[in-house]
T-cell receptor
Framework: GAVVSQHPSRVICKSGTSVKIECRSLDFQATTMFWYRQFPKQSLMLMATSNEGSKATYEQGVEKDKFLINHASLTLSTLTVTSAHPEDSSFYIC?????????????FGPGTRLTVL | QKEVEQDPGPLSVPEGAIVSLNCTYSNSAFQYFMWYRQYSRKGPELLMYTYSSGNKEDGRFTAQVDKSSKYISLFIRDSQPSDSATYLCAVQSSFAGGTSYGKLTFGQGTILTVHP
């Protein structure tokens, strides 16, 4: 149980284009979904938190107009990187959380590797 | 000072060795503790989840929490080459209804290599 999928797993795009990444919780309804970014040999950096039907909460320094998050249902969240540039190239990982006792446990997707040429 | 400190390693051990991975945290508000394993180019996988001081065992893995010293550990017994990965500790504050969204704070991750 607690499987999270991401699509696509890998994407290469030209500078200036927009890229959409989907995150789905397959066998549970997620109370919250999170989007992270990870550079090589570094830990995960939280970009934003989203709850179904409400606006995402972005971490300090993350441009909300650059990284658009839509949380359409309890099992689907999307991250759109708008007007992507080479510096946006990174590994993007989503997670979905479900209540476990009194805390929320996060289960991670397999990640999406974005390369912007 | 970072909220969670973790030695990035790298750590290299022979097959069969006992591995000890450690993290310290600074905020006593953190009440829940996790260990994730991340293989190269993959998403993190939840290994262990604890919320109280003491030990929790699952197969070859033992998670240990000492809230008084704000110290968490993961022990791997009889380590295998397939255990080679990056291990991330994560901490979480108490869930507080709708005002908390269960944000995780991660350590830097320790790169572990188990060689045959």
């Amino acid at each position: 149980g607690a499987v999270v999928s991401q699509h696509p797993s890998r994407v290469i795009c030209k500078s200036g284009t927009s890229v959409k990444i989907e995150c789905r919780s397959l066998d549970f309804q997620a109370t919250t979904m999170f989007w992270y970014r990870q550079f090589p040999k570094q830990s995960l950096m939280l970009m934003a938190t989203s709850n179904e039907g409400s606006k995402a909460t972005y971490e300090q320094g993350v441009e909300k107009d650059k990284f658009l998050i839509n949380h359409a249902s309890l099992t689907l969240s999307t991250l759109t990187v708008t007007s992507a540039h080479p510096e946006d190239s990174s590994f993007y990982i989503c997670s979905a959380s479900t209540r476990r006792g009194r805390s929320d446990t996060q289960y991670f997707g397999p990640g999406t590797r974005l390369t912007v040429l | 000072q970072k909220e969670v400190e973790q030695d990035p390693g790298p750590l290299s051990v022979p097959e069969g060795a006992i591995v000890s991975l450690n993290c310290t945290y600074s905020n006593s508000a953190f009440q829940y503790f996790m260990w994730y394993r991340q293989y190269s180019r993959k998403g993190p996988e939840l290994l262990m989840y604890t919320y109280s001081s003491g030990n929790k065992e699952d197969g070859r893995f033992t998670a240990q929490v000492d809230k008084s010293s704000k110290y968490i550990s993961l022990f791997i017994r009889d380590s295998q080459p397939s255990d080679s990965a990056t291990y991330l500790c994560a901490v979480q504050s108490s869930f507080a209804g709708g005002t908390s969204y269960g944000k995780l704070t991660f350590g830097q991750g320790t790169i572990l290599t188990v060689h045959p």
